[in-house]
């Protein structure tokens, strides 16, 4: 029988009340914000602790704005620890999915600003990328994916600690459930 936890996952809603924190994200991390890309937009956080391959921890993720609004976009900021080399250059992989099924999954990957095999064991790595929905879009919400990807062999760092994040058995993290205005 499945643990209830991954049957039902428990969701912590954030004080803003627009992003939706993935299940297992109660580690401690010291990842903070930098400052907003717009002045008077408050970013929300997440936090995650995803261990990809016993290589790099997911630590945190931040939105600015919040909420999506269909034609325009979200700054992500991504924070990871590394714990051990990353011999080869990974690119991030973001999926864009709309929980409900009804839109077609929208691919936000890309190289890090610094390649992976650059990053040194104990460093705090940030990744930033804006993520959007269409103008026009239905959605009222996007499940973001994250994971890293090796494009020339298309093999994925597995994720070492399902257990503590919600992970689909394809070592890809759900990192956060993003509210859609209309």
């Known amino acids: 029988m499945p643990h209830l936890r991954h049957v039902l996952p428990l969701l912590v809603l954030l004080p803003l009340g627009c992003i939706v924190e993935a299940p297992g994200a109660d580690k401690q991390t010291s990842a903070a914000p930098a400052t907003t890309a717009r002045p008077g937009v408050r970013p929300a956080g997440v936090r995650n602790g995803a261990n990809f391959d016993g290589k790099v921890e997911l630590l945190a993720a931040y939105f600015t704005p919040p909420v999506l609004t269909p034609g325009d976009v979200s700054e992500v900021k991504l924070y990871f620890r590394v714990l051990q080399p990353l011999p080869d250059d990974w690119e991030v992989f973001v999926h864009a999915e709309d929980p409900e099924g009804r839109v077609t999954r929208t691919n936000f990957d890309h190289l890090p600003r610094r390649p992976t095999s650059s990053w040194r064991p104990g460093e705090t790595i940030e990744d930033t990328f804006a993520i959007g929905v269409p103008a026009g879009s239905a959605q ?20 070492k600690n399902p257990d503590v994040v919600r992970t689909d058995n394809n070592d890809r993290v759900l990192l956060a459930h993003v509210l859609v205005q209309p």
């Open 140 to 159: 009222r919400a996007v499940d973001l994916w994250v994971g890293f990807w090796l494009p020339r062999t298309d093999s994925r760092l597995p994720v």
